[in-house]
């Protein structure tokens, strides 16, 4: 009875596991997509950034869920990829904070239409190059982590028993 419990929560919490993992994986990347685009896109300054914002921030309230369920595990597991997770976690916060930043700035209002270029590029050199970097070192890290992830979860998938790739 004992033995059926243990391996009943062993698979259970690798199939936890799995799930926020790849759920993580997907929405960190899609949050660096989304802000990569706006550091990128002049068109975006020029527009309604709100509706990046909300965007980013919808997924970043799901992202949180992900971070706190997958931490756990990997804290069991390996305390330097568990660290390392958390940081690029933090990342991602980050990079949205510094990209709201470069928004605001380059989207600020003048009375004259060729006012926007300046904007932009005031913008540009205050925060947008920052966040550019940010978003390099993030997608760098998902990578990275991405990669060593990978043997956990090949020994998650052997536990549930079926492969969630």
């Known amino acids: 009875m004992l033995t ?28 660096s997509d989304l802000l990569g685009d706006a550091l990128y896109d002049q068109k ?41 997770f958390d940081r690029a976690s933090s990342n991602i916060y980050r990079l949205r904070n510094m990209t709201v930043r470069f928004l605001i700035r380059c989207h600020a209002s003048g009375p004259f239409a060729d006012q926007g270029q300046i904007y932009y590029y005031q913008a540009l050199e205050a925060t947008g190059f920052k966040a550019r970097q940010i978003r390099t070192e993030v ?27």
Do not use: H, M, P
């Open 44 to 84: 975006i300054c020029t527009s309604e950034i709100g509706l990046v914002l909300d965007k980013t921030d919808r997924q970043l309230f799901a992202l949180a869920g992900y971070i706190s369920d997958a931490r756990g595990s990997l804290r069991r597991w390996d305390l330097d990829l568990a660290q390392r």
């Open 4 to 31: 059926w419990l243990a391996e009943w929560r062993e698979k259970r919490q690798a199939q936890s596991f799995l799930k926020n993992i790849f759920a993580w994986y997907e929405t960190s990347k899609g949050v």
């Open 139 to 165: 997608e760098q890290e998902l990578k990275s982590i991405w990669l060593e992830l990978q043997g956990w979860i090949i020994q998650a998938e052997k536990v549930v028993g079926e492969s969630w790739a």
